[in-house]
């Protein structure tokens, strides 16, 4: 079957860094995907990984084991703006569909 | 500008009456795709086409119904909507690294 798994909810301190993890099970892997999404707007994409390994973008980095089936996005040098729900997506290898996690809501506080 | 346009933002319907909200994207993506974003159940996939005349059922493909008749056009049809089609309704397109998300559309059935 599939399923994704995300924290619902965490709190951060302004400036700190924030480690938002995502585990799941899927009928064959293509890739994984993470989006922020502000209330009320549209995803924006953040990070592709397909590979094990890291991937760093600036203050964002992503991470994967397909092995573990297991990801995370890490956060750095948290802003204000940085609040947000954070979806963790897995698209299959057979489909091409691609399936998200519920969604973390990520609040940085000062 | 690279941008996935949705049309209406926001619809108010009744039920029964038949409706269609666009999609359009100019980045000559292959890959597009339909979502819909509801409370406590996250991003659920509606159907996703992988090019022009090739169109898959996601997870919730019930009572919708789509088109792929050119690259850049990705109408979501709803014959005759129900109230438990009230939802934020996304489309998207992207390669197979990335995705790009439209501006939602806020449809009430009522």
């Known amino acids: 079957g599939q399923n994704i798994d995300q924290p619902t909810e965490m709190t951060a301190t302004e400036g700190a860094i924030v480690q938002i993890n995502c585990t799941y099970q899927?009928?064959?892997?293509?890739?994984l995907f993470w989006y922020q999404q502000h209330a009320g707007e549209a995803p924006t994409f953040l990070s592709y990984?397909?590979?094990?390994g890291l991937e760093e973008k600036g203050r964002f980095s992503s991470f994967l084991s397909r092995s573990k089936g297991y990801s995370y996005l890490l956060l750095k040098e948290l802003q204000m703006k940085d609040s947000a729900s954070y979806l963790c997506a897995v698209r299959e290898l057979n489909t091409g569909k691609l399936i998200f996690g519920q969604g973390t809501t990520l609040q940085v506080k000062p | 500008e690279a941008q996935v346009t949705q049309n209406p933002r926001y619809l108010i319907t009744v039920t029964g009456k038949k409706l269609t909200v666009t999609c359009s994207q100019n980045m000559n993506h292959e890959y597009m795709s339909w979502y819909r974003q509801d409370p406590g159940l996250g991003l659920r996939q509606i159907y996703y086409?992988?090019?022009?005349?090739?169109?898959d059922k996601g997870d919730v493909p019930e009572g919708y119904k789509v088109s792929r008749k050119e690259k850049r056009n990705f109408p979501l049809i709803l014959e005759s909507p129900s109230p438990n089609q009230t939802s934020l309704y996304f489309c998207a397109s992207g390669k197979s690294y990335e995705q790009y998300f439209g501006p939602g559309t806020r449809l009430t059935v009522t």
């Open positions: 086409s992988m090019n022009v005349e090739v169109t």
């Open positions: 990984n397909v590979l094990d």
């Open positions: 899927t009928s064959g892997f293509n890739g």
